[in-house]
């Protein structure tokens, strides 16, 4: 999911083209454990789309994120 340009130094992080991301497909894109995904989903740091006991966070939510730190 990500590839890193050597000339500029940056990394390009792909993200996939649909709605919603599973809690691994998150882990991976930001670099973190699936177990601190979840954590963070259970403390209500990660918003959720659900139904029954799947779990799915908003593309959107992880495009902001990555483009706020970004900024930084």
Request: glycine content about 6%.
């Amino acid at each position: 999911m990500t590839n890193k340009n050597e000339e500029n130094n940056e990394i390009e992080i792909r993200i996939p083209k649909k709605p919603t991301l599973s809690p691994v497909e998150v882990a991976k894109i930001l670099g973190i454990g699936k177990n601190a995904v979840y954590e963070s989903v259970k403390r209500e740091e990660i918003p959720t789309v659900g139904l029954g006991r799947t779990i799915r966070i908003p593309t959107t939510w992880v495009k902001a994120r990555l483009d706020e730190w970004n900024e930084e």
